[in-house]
C-alpha cells in the first residue's frame, strides 16, 4: 500500500504535478482520490499483470514525451533571415 498511495497535500507533489495537469494523468492511469490520499490497486496482494502492464507502457510514454521537450527546449532557435536578405538586421547587424 505504501507505494500505492500518495498524499495530496504533500507540497511539492501539490504544486508541481497535482496543479499541473498531472491530476488528469493519475487518474487515467487508475489513481482514485480517497480522502487526503491518491491510491492505486487493492490493499493487499499485487496489481493485475494488465494493470502494470499499462502502467510502464505510460511510463515510457511519458518519459518520451519528456525527452522529446528537453530537446526541443535545448536545440538553438534559429533566428529569420534579416531584411536585406544576406541574414543582417535592418541596421545591417548580424
Keep these: 500500500k505504501k507505494y ?3 498524499r495530496v497535500a504533500n507540497k511539492v507533489f501539490l ?4 496543479s499541473n495537469g498531472g491530476r488528469g494523468i493519475l487518474h ?7 480522502g487526503a490520499h491518491l491510491e492505486m490497486g487493492p490493499d493487499v496482494g ?10 510502464s507502457s505510460a511510463i515510457v510514454m ?3 514525451l519528456m525527452k522529446d521537450q528537453e530537446d526541443v ?4 532557435i534559429q533566428q529569420p533571415r534579416g531584411a536585406d536578405g544576406r541574414g543582417t538586421g535592418r541596421a ?3
Design 4 to 6: 500505492r498511495q500518495i
Design 28 to 34: 487515467a492511469l487508475g489513481f482514485e482520490e480517497n
Design 46 to 55: 499485487s496489481l493485475p499483470s494488465h494493470r502494470m502492464k499499462d502502467l
Design 73 to 76: 527546449a535545448k536545440s538553438a
Design 92 to 94: 545591417n547587424w548580424g
Design 62 to 64: 511519458l518519459e518520451e
Design 15 to 18: 504544486c508541481h504535478i497535482w
